[in-house]
Nanobody, 121 residues
Framework: QVQLVESGGGLVQAGGSLRLSCAVS????????MGWYRQAPGKQRELVAV???????NYADSVKGRFTISRDNAKNTVYLQMNSLKPEDTGVYYC???????????????WGQGTQVTVSS
């Protein structure tokens, strides 16, 4: 019953900004790491940014200095602020979260449905 609902994708011009959000709902005991992945046309899915439950972040080299990942634990939501967007940032962005449903088993990762981000020149 765990669901990840994404929003904020769209079409922007190069140099513009977008903020993606992903809200986790369902039977949740706790949420560990949360992150964003993307898949460009004809390419494999790649990590964009990850944030741990303690706020430690990790970014792909291609987005460092431009993207910022954050989370609101009270809302079970992760955000991705994307600035100075480039055409090569175009792709489907997927939210991912490690969710602990019960205290008896290790947590499992869940995926959102993906949201399209298109950056035009």
């Amino acid at each position: 019953q765990v669901q990840l609902v994404e929003s904020g994708g769209g079409l922007v011009q190069a140099g513009g900004s977008l903020r993606l959000s992903c809200a986790v709902s369902g039977s949740i005991f706790s949420i560990n790491d949360m992150g964003w992945y993307r898949q460009a046309p004809g390419k494999q899915r790649e990590l964009v940014a990850v944030i741990s439950s303690g706020g430690i972040t990790n970014y792909a080299d291609s987005v460092k200095g431009r993207f910022t990942i954050s989370r609101d634990n009270a809302k079970n939501t992760v955000y991705l602020q994307m600035n100075s967007l480039k055409p090569e940032d175009t792709g489907v962005y997927y939210c991912n979260a490690g969710v602990v449903v019960t205290t008896l088993h290790p947590y499992s990762h869940y995926w959102g449905q993906g949201t399209q981000v298109t950056v035009s020149s």
